[in-house]
């Protein structure tokens, strides 16, 4: 567990009297508020003049998905190190490739302080750049991996095996990468994590599902097809499937068609047992 991140307004001279600002994120605001309303109608703090410390926490991400990451980048980097030399100024390490990531993908915050306190961030966040205002300076940060929560931390190690696929590194030609990324998947739906819940439409969740969700197969060239998990027959209406990317799954054409559609829902179940919690939840719907 970690503890949420805030938005913080940091005066150090305010720290010596424990009166720290802090602003949290709007996805918290409901939860907090409830929190605080329940502190506030303690009588017996009143009463009693109890000092009362809060903290509120979010599930961090876990350290095997910590690891799968790392060793992921691992395979990434061994293929474009390909053909150079260990002496080679230009060789790349796995924390270059995690540090382009940030730069590229990951959200940022602002730390705002007094001029010349700038130094104790240093070991705290992965710090972008500087803008100094008057006695005050701005610290742009990364929202690092390690401040992620476990739907950041999934979706993260997804775009890394996307980017491996799209770089031509496909799991029908590594056994490695195919073991790491079931066993992912299958965390997923033992967590009952569902990476696209905000996805909207149905093109959307072809082109950001670039493997086929059954048996890894790529399909970031155009092939393969979304499968309804509930159907209309079923009594799904058209806004469903339209807009519920919980009743989707893009596949591969053996997937959805010889296997789920000839054999039936049981069977593909038995053999991706990796989406077991997806479609029982598709269907309880």
């Known amino acids: ?36 309303q329940k ?29 799968l990451m790392w060793a992921l980048y691992e395979i990434l980097l061994n293929e474009q190190n390909a053909g150079k030399i260990d002496i080679d100024k230009n060789r790349k390490t796995t924390m270059d490739l995690y540090l382009e990531d940030l730069e590229m993908y990951a959200d940022r915050f602002i730390i705002k302080t007094k001029v010349g306190s700038e130094e104790t961030f240093k070991d705290i966040h992965r710090i972008r750049k500087y803008e100094t205002k008057g006695n005050y300076i701005y610290i742009e940060c990364y929202k690092s991996t390690s ?15 996307d980017k491996l696929a799209e770089f031509g590194i496909i799991m029908e030609n590594s056994s490695e990468i195919k073991n790491y990324w079931i066993d992912f998947k299958q965390h997923l739906n033992d967590k009952q994590i569902n990476l696209y819940e905000d996805i909207r439409t149905q093109m959307e969740y072809k082109s950001k599902i670039i493997n086929c969700e059954a048996c890894g197969e790529f399909l970031g060239n155009g092939s393969g097809s979304l499968d309804h ?3 209309r027959a079923s009594g799904v209406t058209t806004i469903d499937e339209t807009e519920n990317s919980g009743n989707w799954l893009h596949l591969c054409d053996t997937c959805h068609l010889t296997i789920k559609h000839q054999k039936g829902i049981d069977y593909f179940i038995k053999i991706y047992p990796h989406l077991k919690n997806k479609i029982l939840s598709a269907l309880k719907r």
């Not at 009588?43 to 876990?62: C, D, P, S, W």
């Not at 401040?147 to 095996?161: C, Y």
């Open 147 to 161: 401040m992620m929560t476990t739907v950041e931390h999934a979706r993260w190690v997804e775009m890394i095996f």
């Open 1 to 36: 567990m970690s503890k949420i991140i805030f938005k913080a307004d940091i005066d150090f001279e305010q720290i010596k009297s424990n009166l720290i600002p802090l602003i949290p994120y709007k996805q918290y605001y409901k939860d907090l508020k409830s929190t605080l």
């Open 39 to 67: 502190l506030s109608k303690s009588e017996k703090a009143k009463k009693n003049g109890l000092k009362i410390t809060m903290e509120i926490f979010y599930t961090k991400r876990t350290l095997d998905m910590n690891a």
């Open 229 to 231: 998990i509930s159907t």
